[in-house]
């Protein structure tokens, strides 16, 4: 019998008109820090989990969240309901177990405190170009974040977090043999130049943000043990040079800004690098097609959300904007998932 014709389906429709429902769950399990527990604990049943987490809805509602986490994959499951024992995926007990190095909650945790209500505003931010954030009650967005401590350093993580797959990536695919320093703009907790010093011997790197960070950073490269090759420094790219390198390096950070100020930080990174230098740019580069990186076309909505005026960009934008400050040549080098390198050469 012939395979019946393709025929209109409400699947994916569906799928992602409630895609905040699935999102929901997971960003709730990472800050009642289930997967922490049961990394912990091992395995448990879905009523130590509610004792353990002070839930006071029903049974069901339980057996329900830690399901739908099973279903998603988040979770492992032996048995039904009553008889049930939970544990956690391979996944989950790598990135969402706080105790670990390879903790990338960070993020999650921020979509949850910070975003998750900003993207409600999405219609507004479209019918008006404005942000959506702290800026609609009159706070500067770097201002709001960089004089509240903790929410500094919810914010650090967040971008450690996002990033971790991809600093990883790129440390161990990249052709560092050439070069001998990286500075590392916008450097947040240090991961990018942490990770490039653990997979490259010969490479010394500096994490370079505002002075508020360098405390953060100085931590977490401790914990890494990684204080020989990574140091901190504490600067203003709107206001000074970058610091002299063999490679620059920028994780999320063009897309923050109008394509002015994209292009004065390209030319600032520019004339940082020796003949020869390398800008690697670390974001989710759009397709030249924009219809298959789903990821990079809602990051840079998120942009909108978040600064109004940001974006996200293609190769091709990438490759006009380098090229309009001088350097030779590009590449595009793909890492985790929907994100990739992108690289100019000097």
Known sequence: ???????????????????????????????????????????????????????????????????????????????????????????????????????????????????????????????????????????????????????????????SGFQMGNFMALAQSFDFSKHKTLVDIGGSAGMLSIMVAKHQGHMNCTSWDLPPVAPIANEVIQQFQMHDRVKTDSGNFFKDEFPNADIITMGNILHDWDEETKLMLIKKAYNSLPEGGVLIAIENVIDADRNKNAVGLMMSLNMLIETGSGFDYTFSDFNKWTNAVGFKSTALLPLAGPTSAAIAYK
């Open 1 to 159: 019998m012939e395979q019946q014709q393709n025929h209109p389906t409400p699947e994916n429709i569906m799928k992602i008109g409630t895609g905040f429902w699935a999102s929901k769950i997971l960003l709730s399990a990472v800050k009642f820090q289930v997967f922490t527990t049961l990394a912990e604990k091992k395995t448990m049943s879905a009523i130590e989990l509610k004792s353990h987490l002070g839930f006071k809805s029903t049974d069901r509602n339980v057996y329900d969240f830690l399901d739908a986490l099973t279903t998603f994959g988040f979770l492992n499951r032996e048995g039904l309901l009553e008889t049930a024992q939970y544990s956690n995926s391979m996944d989950t007990d790598f990135f969402l177990d706080k105790n670990k190095p390879s903790y990338i909650g960070g993020m999650l945790e921020m979509l949850n405190h910070r975003l998750y209500g900003f993207w409600g505003n999405l219609e507004e931010g479209l019918m008006t170009g404005l942000p959506q954030n702290e800026i609609k009650d009159g706070e500067d967005l770097f201002d709001a974040l960089y004089s509240d401590a903790d929410r500094l350093k919810e914010f650090i993580h967040a971008m």
